[in-house]
């Protein structure tokens, strides 16, 4: 039956040319913004948990942070500890020098005096933005390292500790006498116990500076794993989408001649009345 007044075909021609546009314009938006997932509306199981994602990928950078703050801090502080054991190996030298004769313990005394003055220099100038691992204030270094959330969305904070050498107290070397051979006699043992704590101390400093940097790297590849992931869930298909534009304009095209031809059809009803 024909109508003048209701044309069932042009409506069904612009019903489809509504939904080509509809797909169109969100094929353009996809190529435009490079997300096939750009808001909740599109796929809002996808977006709630990209941004999930994207929100860790953030902590994670604050992690990458923190570890490399902590491990320059430790890098210092082991540094110094190096140089501490040097000296001291270089103080060895000269009091086992004193325990010969006809030397002269004068300058040997002034010598280790000032090898002494340097080892409290070095340990005070070990820090890094006001941490200090070497000296007496009894802080310690925390590292944030990580960010673990479980199966449940729980967040927990993971931590690493690096325990302060505290060179101030464990480094006495009053002891360090080369007055007279005697008394460097029995400096050496006391300055060999006290090489074996630079030692000990710089070893611990080193495996903590290690630990931190494998962190940050594995910090690193975690980040990266994450941003593909990510990009996997809602980054859009450019080749796939290309074709689709193109596909879509052509169907827009045909859309809009079949729209023109159902709406020229009431016409044919004139010729009945001529």
Do not use: C
Not at 53 to 72: I, N, P
Not at 164 to 174: I, K, P
């Amino acid at each position: 039956m024909s109508s003048i007044l209701t044309n069932n075909s042009a409506m069904v021609a612009l019903q489809t040319l509504k939904s080509i546009n509809t797909n169109l314009a969100k094929t353009q938006d996809q190529i435009s913004t490079g997300k096939d997932v750009g808001s909740a509306k599109d796929n809002s199981a996808i977006w709630a948990i990209s941004k999930v994602m994207e929100s860790d990928v953030s902590g994670f950078q604050a992690v990458s942070d923190s570890l490399s703050l902590g491990e320059s801090t430790v890098a210092v502080a082991s540094a110094g500890a190096e140089q501490i054991t040097n000296v001291l190996s270089d103080m060895k030298e000269k009091v086992v020098a004193a325990t010969g004769e006809n030397v002269d313990y004068t300058k040997l005394t002034a010598d280790i005096n000032e090898s002494i003055a340097q080892v409290t220099s070095i340990i005070n100038a070990s820090q890094f933005n006001g941490m200090n691992l070497l000296n007496d204030d009894g802080v310690d270094l925390t590292v944030t390292s990580s960010i673990d959330r479980d199966n449940a969305g729980a967040i927990t904070v993971a931590e690493i500790t690096v325990t302060a050498v505290d060179f101030t107290s464990n480094l006495d070397l009053s002891d360090i006498d080369v007055s007279d051979a005697t008394n460097a006699v029995a400096s050496i043992t006391a300055l060999e116990a006290h090489i074996q704590t630079a030692v000990d101390g710089a070893a611990a400093l080193g495996a903590s500076a290690k630990r931190i940097a494998d962190q940050n790297v594995f910090v690193g590849k975690v980040m990266d794993a994450m941003k593909s992931g990510i990009g996997s869930l809602v980054d859009a298909d450019m080749e796939a989408a290309s074709a689709r534009l193109q596909a879509l304009q052509t169907q827009q095209q045909l859309g809009v001649q079949a729209l023109s031809i159902a709406n020229q059809a009431p016409q044919s009803i004139l010729s009945l009345f001529r």
